[in-house]
């Protein structure tokens, strides 16, 4: 094929040819068994929206040096040329489609131990739940705790090392740029996975604010408002639909694979989310579930769920769940976490 001077820019149609080429390529390694990941095409100029997806391009673009070199990854994981995208403890690998393959290896140094227990201090009782830290649904202070361009979650320049077997692997080319881009982007979707690639638990942060707060409860003193308006919102961002009896259209074999695949490497929620579906698919109206210690730890184990399972179920951390279940004789969730609890109670008869 002849190649053409359109001033940078690249045509239409060999993009569109080598994205069919890239697209062969990666049906030819999910046969392989390699679990691709691609980051599909981002309409409009904005690469990510979300608080951590967005968080992380506006913090690496803060630095000079990134600032000057990211751009040129703009269009590249805007057209869909990242075709994979995995992110793992401390790396990310990528393959990009420039006018060949190429692969990409991000290593991203862990986040220093003293670091963390600084900011799991400094967060401790101020994030009402998981579903609030994921959202990024934060006051002030935690939101300038957690992007602390220099003692916050996100990786210093620094600590972050990258090669790319392009011809132009001298610093950080288009591809790279494309990739770290690309992150942020899928941040967007899946922003636990920023805690896994700084290899901490994130819910750590949340632990030992749910057990202040089952303290708090079975005082007598209830939660905070914070913490009701995130049950609320639980319905909308995890699918966990008890009161919608309509059961989750099937996926494409594909589909499926790749969420089996990711769910196992990062989180269980996506796996975890069927369960309560299935369960509350045929919810009535039965008698009320008296809530005892007791009735929690039967409740659990009826339904087969884990701790972690049955918490993220209900929007509470597994500690809240052991200290139920510890617990000899009444206990006393947040009313909302009690409406579910009393509906998987009514599907399991
Ligand atoms: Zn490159």
Same mark, same amino acid.
């Given at each position: 094929m002849s190649r053409y001077d359109y001033g940078g820019w690249a045509p239409y149609l060999p993009v569109a040819e080598r994205q069919a080429k890239a697209r062969k390529m990666m049906d030819k390694l999910r046969k392989q068994g390699v679990e691709i990941q691609p980051v599909e095409k981002i309409p409009g100029r904005i690469i990510a929206r979300s608080f951590w997806g967005k968080g992380w391009c506006d913090h690496l673009d803060s630095f000079g040096d990134y600032a000057n070199r990211l751009p040129r990854g703009r269009t590249y994981v805007r057209n869909g040329s990242v075709c994979h995208l995995?992110?793992?403890?401390?790396?990310?690998? !990528?393959? /990009?489609?420039?006018?060949?393959?190429? !692969?990409?290896?991000? %290593?991203?140094? *862990?986040l220093a131990s003293p670091n963390w227990s600084e900011l799991k201090k400094r967060c401790t009782g101020k994030i009402g739940t998981l579903l609030e830290l994921l959202q990024g649904q934060l006051s002030g202070e935690i939101m300038g705790v957690v992007t602390d361009r220099k003692n916050g979650l996100f990786p210093q320049p620094g600590q972050i090392r990258y090669k790319c077997n392009c011809p132009d692997s001298a610093g950080m080319c288009k591809h790279i &740029?494309? /990739?770290?881009?690309?992150?942020?982007? +899928?941040?967007?979707e899946r922003p636990e996975l920023l805690f896994v690639l700084r290899g901490v638990d994130h819910e750590e942060l949340i632990d030992a604010d749910a057990a202040a707060a089952s303290i708090a409860s079975a005082t007598g003193r209830g939660s905070s408002r914070r913490r009701a308006i995130a049950d609320d919102n639980l319905e909308d961002v995890f699918g966990v639909e008890l009161e919608d009896a309509s059961p989750p259209p099937p996926s494409p074999p594909k589909k499926i694979a790749r969420k089996s695949v990711s769910a196992k490497t990062a989180t269980k929620k996506v796996a975890?989310? *069927? %369960?309560? $579906?299935? !369960?509350? $698919?045929?919810?009535? $109206?039965? *008698?009320?579930? +008296? &809530?005892?210690? +007791?009735? /929690?730890a039967d409740l659990r184990k009826k339904l087969g769920l884990s701790k972690a399972a049955f918490a993220r179920n209900l929007g509470v951390s597994a500690p809240t769940i052991s200290n139920w279940e510890a617990v000899k004789g009444a206990i006393h969730p947040h009313p909302s976490s009690l409406e579910k609890l009393r509906r998987m109670h009514e599907e399991a008869q």
């Open positions: 995995k992110i793992d403890k401390g790396k990310v690998d !990528a393959i /990009v489609s420039g006018s060949s393959l190429y !692969a990409i290896d991000i %290593t991203i140094d *862990p &740029a494309a /990739v770290i881009y690309g992150i942020g982007a +899928r941040l967007d975890d989310k *069927p %369960t309560v $579906k299935v !369960a509350a $698919k045929n919810a009535t $109206k039965q *008698p009320a579930f +008296r &809530a005892t210690g +007791r009735a /929690v």
